[in-house]
């Protein structure tokens, strides 16, 4: 009897380990989703500023020229 209860006890202990292992693997894999797509969004911001940046010195470079 008490070799079934450790048994059981030892076979609910794995299975919480191992849920809060695919638990934690999904939380950093979340982690990894959002810094992903937070760096995308600060490089598409500093390419956007870039672009205009350039496009007001073209149009500077125009109105010196003349």
Do not use: L, N, P, Y
């Not at 849920?19 to 950093?28: D, I, L, P, W």
Request: aromatic letters at 2%; glycine letters at 4%; proline letters at 0%.
């Amino acid at each position: 009897m008490a070799s079934r209860r450790k048994a059981s006890q030892e076979a609910a202990g794995q299975q919480a380990a191992a849920s809060r292992a695919q638990r934690r693997t999904a939380v950093s894999a979340s982690a990894r989703e959002t810094q992903s797509v937070r760096q995308f969004a600060k490089s598409r911001t500093r390419a956007i500023q870039a672009h205009a940046q350039a496009r007001g010195q073209r149009q500077q470079a125009k109105r010196d020229s003349r």
